[in-house]
């Protein structure tokens, strides 16, 4: 985008980006090159350690105990493997936000399933849980909330409505990393959670990435074998899965930069109090 200032009788344009990926680079490069030349070295880039600390990293950022995350290639793919892992499917109707990023919709349509829209409560532009009920049917058989703009939705209200009719909740947390509801974390609040580490989330990785969180063992093991091909051992496939792997160098680059999350998040908050406060009052905004 461009902002337009005036310079005694002279107009000038100069763009202002939405975020600064080198900025964030620079800051953290002393830490984050050893690491990457150390991986790139081992010649691991697959799986292996360093995907399963960052996996273990960051269920203990969410809460620890029973969680378990599960890297996958995309907050999309992740997404796609919860809906599978729960065995959605051509038939099945899957209540979601009517505003969202298309992957929120798509992921549903991706399974076969039918995506069936909830409008948002205008002051959160989450889903909103009074319209919720009304949307259920017999083939109604789960819900994908999305957390967007790092606002949580109403999970104690839609969890209380999906628990009465045995509807499965998928949380899309794919902008609402570090985010809590009740001083709980979103993703933990459902079944499964569904992350993005695309380079402009919070926690951004160098590339496309993302992560099923869930207390659940059983969809856990599920989502680790859908998210290679379907295979529970070597060359042995049990379902039809995808190729989904978080990639090493991006588990690698994501360990460097989680614990600076929280940190960060709290910048967000102290900027955005400072818009909220400098605007205030300007008519029509």
Same mark, same amino acid.
């Given at each position: 985008?461009?902002?337009?200032?005036?310079?005694?009788?002279?107009?000038?344009?100069?763009?202002?980006?939405?975020?600064?990926?080198?900025?964030?680079?620079?800051?953290?490069?002393?830490?984050?090159?050893?690491?990457?030349?150390?991986?790139?070295?081992?010649?691991?880039?697959?799986?292996?350690?360093?995907?399963?600390?960052?996996?273990?990293?960051?269920?203990?950022?969410?809460?620890? #105990?029973?969680?378990?995350? +599960? *890297? /996958?290639? %995309?907050?999309?793919?992740?997404?796609? $493997?919860?809906?599978?892992?729960? @065995?959605?499917?051509?038939?099945?109707?899957?209540?979601?936000?009517?505003?969202?990023?298309?992957?929120?919709?798509?992921?549903?349509?991706?399974?076969?399933?039918?995506?069936?829209?909830?409008?948002?409560?205008?002051?959160?532009?989450?889903?909103?849980?009074?319209?919720?009920?009304?949307?259920?049917?017999?083939?109604?058989?789960?819900?994908?909330?999305?957390?967007?703009?790092?606002?949580?939705?109403?999970?104690?209200?839609?969890?209380?409505?999906?628990?009465?009719?045995?509807?499965?909740?998928?949380?899309?947390?794919?902008?609402?990393?570090?985010?809590?509801?009740?001083?709980?974390?979103? #993703?933990?609040?459902?079944? +499964? *959670? /569904?992350? %993005?580490?695309?380079?402009?989330?919070? $926690?951004?990785?160098?590339?496309? @990435?993302?992560?099923?969180?869930?207390?659940?063992?059983?969809?856990?093991?599920?989502?680790?074998?859908?998210?290679?091909?379907?295979?529970?051992?070597?060359?042995?496939?049990?379902?039809?899965?995808?190729?989904?792997?978080?990639?090493?160098?991006?588990?690698?680059?994501?360990?460097?930069?989680?614990?600076?999350?929280?940190?960060?998040?709290?910048?967000?908050?102290?900027?955005?109090?400072?818009?909220?406060?400098?605007?205030?009052?300007?008519?029509?905004?």
């Amino acid at each position: 985008m461009a902002a337009t200032f005036s310079k005694g009788s002279t107009m000038t344009e100069e763009p202002i980006p939405l975020l600064d990926l080198t900025g964030q680079y620079r800051a953290l490069a002393g830490l984050l090159q050893p690491q990457v030349e150390a991986l790139l070295a081992s010649g691991q880039y697959i799986g292996g350690a360093a995907v399963q600390r960052f996996e273990e990293q960051f269920a203990q950022f969410l809460g620890g #105990g029973s969680l378990e995350a +599960v *890297g /996958c290639n %995309s907050g999309t793919d992740a997404l796609v $493997l919860a809906l599978q892992a729960l @065995g959605i499917q051509a038939g099945d109707e899957v209540l979601t936000s009517a505003f969202s990023f298309f992957a929120s919709a798509a992921a549903i349509s991706r399974v076969g399933a039918r995506p069936v829209f909830v409008d948002v409560d205008p002051c959160t532009f989450n889903l909103d849980p009074q319209l919720l009920e009304r949307s259920i049917s017999c083939r109604t058989k789960a819900v994908v909330v999305v957390h967007l703009f790092g606002q949580a939705a109403n999970m104690t209200q839609i969890l209380a409505i999906a628990r009465r009719h045995g509807l499965a909740v998928v949380e899309d947390c794919a902008q609402a990393v570090g985010a809590c509801w009740g001083g709980r974390p979103v #993703g933990t609040w459902g079944e +499964v *959670g /569904c992350f %993005s580490f695309f380079p402009s989330k919070n $926690l951004g990785a160098a590339g496309d @990435g993302g992560a099923v969180v869930t207390r659940d063992p059983q969809l856990a093991s599920r989502v680790r074998a859908l998210r290679e091909h379907g295979q529970t051992r070597p060359y042995h496939h049990e379902y039809l899965g995808l190729n989904s792997r978080l990639d090493a160098l991006q588990a690698v680059i994501l360990s460097v930069k989680l614990p600076y999350l929280r940190e960060w998040n709290w910048r967000r908050q102290g900027i955005a109090e400072c818009y909220h406060r400098l605007l205030q009052g300007i008519p029509g905004l």
